[in-house]
């Protein structure tokens, strides 16, 4: 066990839909990093949260969007749903002190 | 083409054997990073070096900053070792990933 919870475990939607996911850091870590992973390609980075700031932005499509809470959790918005966005969405945080990356269980969402 | 190039794509070991996975990288970096991914799904950080040598277990990872190269061992491989190997350098806010290394040990 990480530490990183995410919710939903796994999510089916249609096309056009909106959905949520949410990640919740290790206890003490202030970074939230989001990824995707689709069947055709590698992991790919998609933003990363520093304390309720959003520090860098990777592939994000622009029907995507993400926020970090003050309680440090944060959450991903998928709007307009396309077949394409089905895949596995990880979050992960950081142990500032030792770089080291924790990576949530991962949450699978299949768009029919 | 990818900043990172990891070898082999795709490997079948006896469980036993000893077993190597490359990472060479064409950009100058500091550190890199090694992910587990297991079939479920779950990933795991296994290392994060920045020079010489780190060992957890039977995995021991090296690095060569110069050369641009890093290597993954399993020593003793086992059935359990089976999943993508996956090496990237840090921070994790970048979109540079190596493509994974499949890895299939047979008992």
């Known amino acids: 066990d990480s530490g990183v919870t995410q919710t939903p475990k796994h999510l089916i939607t249609a096309t056009g839909q909106r959905v949520t996911l949410r990640c919740s850091p290790r206890s003490g870590d202030l970074s939230v990093y989001w990824y995707q992973q689709s069947l055709d390609q590698g992991l790919q980075f998609l933003i990363h949260?520093?304390?309720?700031?959003?520090?860098a932005k990777g592939n994000i499509l622009e029907r995507f969007s993400a926020q970090q809470f003050p309680d440090l959790h944060s959450e991903l918005n998928l709007s307009s749903l396309e077949l394409g966005d089905s895949a596995l969405y990880f979050c992960?945080?950081?142990?500032?002190?030792?770089?080291?990356?924790?990576f949530g269980p991962g949450t699978r969402l299949t768009v029919l | 083409k990818n900043e990172v190039e990891q070898s082999p794509q795709n490997l079948t070991a006896q469980e036993g054997e000893f077993i190597t996975i490359n990472c060479s990288y064409s950009?100058?970096?500091?550190?890199l990073h090694w992910l587990q991914q297991h079939p479920g799904g779950g990933i795991v950080s296994l290392f994060m070096?920045?020079?010489g040598k780190k060992k957890h277990g039977r995995l021991i990872a090296t690095i060569n900053i110069q050369e641009k190269h890093s290597s993954l061992h399993i020593t003793a491989s086992h059935p359990r070792d089976s999943a993508v190997y996956i090496c990237?350098?840090?921070?994790?806010?970048?979109?540079?990933f190596g493509a994974g290394t499949i890895l299939r040990v047979k008992s």
């Open positions: 070096l920045s020079s």
């Open positions: 990237a350098p840090p921070p994790l806010n970048k979109l540079v």
């Open positions: 992960a945080s950081r142990e500032p002190s030792t770089d080291t990356q924790y």
């Open positions: 949260y520093y304390n309720g700031e959003e520090r």
């Open positions: 950009v100058g970096i500091s550190a």
